[in-house]
């Protein structure tokens, strides 16, 4: 073959000595092909650098090669999301898919032109949710969606279980009276979060202490809400919303009163605070790849719809739940 030439099936088999429909089959292992056939194109493709026309591949099995990906708006600038993102985003190419994201401000007259949606911790009430659900494509969600259907596929994590693992690590370091900043329960995570604080305080014998933000709160929301919660007998705080703990850390030593922090969501910020910030560290790359990677299998049937995972999620003590370094 020519260097110029571009290589494609018809030069794998003629290279490899067989036709083009073998060579095919060979590749995609199917077909009546040998085995000793099949390591000879697979050799030969490895060769010459064929890689596959993955449009054509596409068209052939009347599939779009895209899934879609929504996440809603006031969240995608969270590091989590961009995370999850990023996950998912890896998992579709392992597959030779693309993604389309879909945001809550896109109000469609019709279905994306994909294959399958992934949601990102989907908002109840959220009427783009509602009608991507609607659509009869295979959905997989990341958490439960709080409505009145749920997607073909869940991915889901242990929080309330989780965050009373992280009440036990701040009652041993002497917090006796714990307070929750969360969002409201239009998704199913932050609702979870909150059950579980309440749980926990029945079971201790605890006052509950709590201050609901939006889901979109603002820094001054989020700081307005703290020194709401100082203004009452408190010795720890946790912060469920991504990047609140930053944000109420300042205000915490300024106030003096030695309250142990930590946060429902670790990011790089609460690695690098100064105390560092004791975390759930929630994986949300992995989060990402488990929800893409579900969706294939539905796809190609080799999960059944009602399929749910769990996916695990990790506590990362730091300095900001010990008393020393919440002086700092």
């Not at 709590?210 to 809400?225: K, N, Q, Y």
């Not at 106030?255 to 946060?263: D, H, P, T």
């Amino acid at each position: 073959m020519r260097a110029d030439e571009p290589v494609t099936i018809l030069t794998v088999a003629r290279e490899a000595g067989v036709s083009k429909t073998t060579a095919s089959d060979a590749l995609r292992g199917s077909g009546r092909v040998s085995e000793r056939t099949r390591e000879t194109v697979a050799k030969v493709a490895e060769r010459l650098g064929y890689v596959p026309n993955g449009s054509a591949r596409h068209l052939r099995k009347a599939s779009t090669g895209t899934i879609g990906l929504h996440v809603p708006e006031v969240l995608t600038r969270s590091a989590y999301y961009m995370s999850f993102v990023f996950g998912v985003v890896e998992q579709a190419a392992r597959h030779d898919y693309d993604v389309t994201l879909i945001t809550s401000g896109q109000r469609r007259s019709r279905p994306p032109r994909v294959d399958g949606l992934v949601l990102g911790d989907p908002l109840g009430g959220d009427p783009v949710v509602a009608g991507l659900m609607a659509t009869g494509l295979p959905t997989v969600s990341c958490e439960r969606f709080p409505g009145s259907r749920q997607a073909d596929g869940v991915v889901w994590s242990e929080h309330a279980q989780m965050l009373a693992r992280l009440l036990g690590h701040l009652r041993s370091a002497g917090s006796a009276r714990p307070g929750l900043i969360v969002a409201g329960d239009e998704s199913d995570w932050a609702g979870s979060v909150h059950r579980g604080y309440l749980d926990w305080c029945a079971a201790q014998g605890v006052e509950p202490l709590v201050r609901r933000v939006s889901f979109d709160a603002t820094g001054d929301e989020i700081r307005a809400a703290a020194r709401a919660l100082l203004s009452t007998p408190m010795d720890a705080l946790v912060c469920a919303p991504a990047g609140a703990a930053t944000e109420v850390a300042p205000l915490l030593r300024e106030s003096g009163a030695g309250v142990l922090l930590a946060s429902c969501v670790d990011s790089a910020a609460t690695r690098l605070a100064d105390p560092p910030i004791t975390a759930i560290d929630l994986r949300p790359r992995e989060a990402g790849a488990s929800c893409a990677e579900l969706l294939f299998e539905l796809l190609s049937g080799a999960a059944p719809a009602g399929t749910e995972r769990v996916h695990p999620i990790e506590l990362e003590v730091r300095a900001s739940t010990s008393s020393v370094g919440i002086r700092r």
